[in-house]
């Protein structure tokens, strides 16, 4: 079906020529041509009335396809960890030891883990993305280098997630191991401070280009106004280009935040999996922990007990809850800004 | 003849390789209007974003020559202090959309961090507002947003917004261009308030809009001045044939 307008159109082409021919060459050819000419436009303008309707419902279904899909990943998760908020309850949220050997179960530490790790990448990545933008959407729009730069790092989007774990286990590690010594902190490596710096540098790439996008947007004349009154570049990237993109340049944080809560396999990587709580916040920080996808990637394939199995996929609940949550805090947050 | 504020002397300005604005050598005195006509691409907007330096903006824009304010070369000044000191009006109204309309008046003082006390600034922003023939219409709103105003009077609050910065010459591009025929009279209606106070540098593609505002016209044409003359000289007996070809209509 989709094929039939282009097919029409194409065929369209060549007739028009032939009518053209023949009313040179004689009338009665000619009209023939004309009412056969007619006719294929009145099945034409059918097709193309037929063709309005499907496509519509071609985008309709694609859609809803769509909603039917994250509908039925929500029931699964329910469904799966049913035997688990059964016997575990609402204490699952903050039981504070996970022990699969005796059957407790607690995701505390885990959540901890995720919020932790992720709002550390976010604060790390946020004056990279800002900075960014700023000079790719204001000061170097174009030529080479601007173009190297802004391919260069949408291409950090693109790199699998396993070699960021894998570079980082080789050289990040280490450069933290004997930071971790000069402040006399047990020296991991591994752990929640590795796991947020290699996180950053995975989200920048979310908010900058959405950034640069968004800034290269502001219309001229604002800025000139600015100029005109005598204002810095600083001052009209502070007080006009700023003020303009703002709920812009928070969805793009608010993507690369969505991106750092469901990172898991540089995480896993990078982690040190330990699901014991430190005392202080700098052993958490500098310690190994764990977040939600990292218990489920390294604990699925050994969970034999059918409660175990359903305590990891309700921690896949509460990761999908914890993204809902804060998008939808960001989403409110965007409106406001918007709106007044 | 009186002290020129605007002197141009063998002036050219460039976009790449192209050259726009060729040897222009002008002389505006003071509070006058100035009217600056030429048909598309004749380099009229141009000399005008010139002359307050907004022109080095674009990136490859250059510019050669003698242009002077007063007797300070406008080249060797900081381009912030020469737009302090010549302000402009731009095509389209453009009051900042996140600034209410008394922050609209005094931008320029607060986006270049500038603290004043309450008072004053109350007071600025009702003599300039004023000035500008809104301030009537605003008095009770002055804390909403200025881009809920309409075409005209946004257009009036960008004027209010460079006449709070005291300048010496204010420039209009095309200042009506974007307004329908009652907000373009009183922006018309204006500027003869306004030459009391201020030179007034207005480039228009509207023959009739020259005619009825100005004191002096300048005709650019493909880059070069023309001819600059007394607005009623200009328009009932024009010295080059370009001119009188274009006043007459014969292209545009």
Same mark, same amino acid.
């Given at each position: 079906?989709?094929?039939?307008?282009?097919?029409?159109?194409?065929? $369209?082409?060549? $007739?028009?020529?032939?009518?053209?021919?023949?009313?040179?060459?004689?009338?009665?050819? /000619?009209?023939?041509?004309?009412?056969?000419?007619?006719?294929?436009?009145?099945?034409?303008?059918?097709?193309?009335?037929?063709?309005?309707?499907?496509?519509?419902?071609?985008?309709?279904?694609?859609?809803?396809?769509?909603?039917i899909v994250v509908a039925g990943i929500l029931a699964t998760l329910i469904v799966q960890s049913w035997p688990s908020i059964k016997s575990l309850g609402i204490g699952y949220l903050w039981g504070k030891v996970w022990d699969p050997v005796n059957n407790v179960y607690g995701a505390f530490p885990f959540l901890i883990g995720t919020l932790l790790t992720s709002f550390t990448a976010l604060i790390i990545s946020v004056p990279f993305s800002y900075a960014i933008s700023i000079?790719? /959407?204001?000061?170097?729009?174009?030529?080479?280098?601007?173009?190297?730069? $802004?391919?260069?790092?949408?291409?950090?989007?693109?790199?699998?997630?396993?070699?960021?774990?894998?570079?980082?286990?080789?050289?990040?590690?280490?450069?933290?191991?004997?930071?971790?010594?000069?402040? *006399?902190?047990?020296?991991? *490596?591994? *752990?929640?401070?590795?796991?947020?710096?290699v996180l950053a540098v995975m989200i920048i790439p979310y908010a900058a280009s959405l950034g640069t996008s968004l800034i290269r947007m502001v219309p001229s004349p604002l800025k000139e106004g600015a100029y005109a009154l005598g204002a810095t570049r600083f001052e009209v990237i502070r007080s006009v280009i700023l003020p303009y993109t703002r709920s812009g340049l928070f969805a793009g944080i608010l993507l690369s935040l969505g991106r750092a809560l469901g990172e898991t396999m540089a995480v896993t990587v990078l982690i040190g999996n330990t699901s014991a709580i430190a005392n202080s916040f700098k052993e958490v920080f500098f310690g190994p922990g764990n977040t939600m996808a990292s218990v489920i990637a390294n604990e699925f394939a050994e969970a034999d007990h059918p409660v175990y199995l359903s305590a990891l996929i309700e921690l896949g609940l509460v990761l999908f809850f914890v993204t809902v949550i804060i998008n939808l805090i960001g989403k409110r947050i965007i409106t406001r800004y918007t709106h007044h | 003849m009186e002290y020129s504020v605007v002197s141009a002397t063998n002036f050219n300005a460039w976009f790449g390789d192209n050259h726009v604005v060729k040897d222009v050598t002008i002389k505006i005195e003071k509070n006058q209007v100035i009217a600056v006509m030429g048909p598309s691409g004749c380099g009229k907007t141009t000399f005008l974003r010139c002359i307050n330096r907004m022109h080095e903006l674009i990136p490859g824009a250059t510019a050669k020559g003698s242009l002077k304010l007063y007797d300070d070369d406008v080249y060797t000044m900081n381009p912030i202090y020469v737009r302090y000191k010549i302000g402009m009006v731009f095509q389209r109204p453009n009051p900042f959309p996140n600034l209410s309309i008394?922050?609209?008046?005094?931008?320029?003082?607060?986006?270049?961090?500038?603290?004043?006390?309450?008072?004053?600034?109350?007071?600025?922003?009702e003599k300039s507002l004023t000035s500008a023939a809104l301030w009537k219409e605003v008095k009770?709103?002055?804390?909403?947003?200025?881009?809920?105003?309409?075409?005209?009077?946004?257009?009036?609050?960008?004027?209010?917004?460079?006449?709070a910065m005291e300048p010496e010459v204010i420039l209009f591009d095309e200042p009506t261009s974007a307004l329908d025929p009652i907000s373009t009279s009183s922006v018309e209606q204006l500027f003869h308030e306004l030459k009391v106070n201020y030179t007034l540098i207005i480039v228009t593609h509207n023959m009739q809009q020259a005619a009825r505002v100005s004191d002096k016209t300048a005709f650019f044409y493909v880059g070069e001045l023309v001819e600059f003359d007394e607005t009623k000289t200009m328009f009932t007996a024009p010295k080059d044939i370009r001119t009188q070809n274009y006043i007459t209509g014969r292209f545009s």
């Open positions: 079906m989709s094929m039939s307008p282009s097919d029409t159109s194409n065929k $369209k082409k060549p $007739k028009k020529d032939t009518v053209a021919n023949a009313t040179v060459d004689g009338t009665i050819a /000619g009209k023939e041509q004309m009412t056969l000419m007619k006719n294929k436009r009145l099945d034409l303008s059918y097709v193309q009335m037929k063709w309005e309707t499907v496509f519509r419902r071609i985008l309709i279904v694609m859609s809803v396809i769509m909603l000079y790719l /959407g204001e000061y170097n729009t174009k030529g080479w280098l601007s173009n190297l730069l $802004k391919n260069t790092i949408e291409l950090i989007a693109a790199v699998p997630s396993i070699i960021y774990g894998f570079w980082a286990l080789f050289v990040l590690v280490p450069i933290v191991r004997s930071f971790e010594m000069k402040i *006399g902190v047990a020296p991991y *490596g591994v *752990g929640v401070c590795s796991a947020s710096l | 008394y922050d609209n008046v005094v931008a320029g003082y607060k986006l270049n961090g500038l603290r004043m006390h309450k008072a004053d600034m109350d007071h600025i922003v009770d709103s002055l804390h909403k947003k200025g881009t809920f105003l309409s075409g005209g009077q946004q257009q009036r609050l960008c004027i209010a917004r460079a006449i």
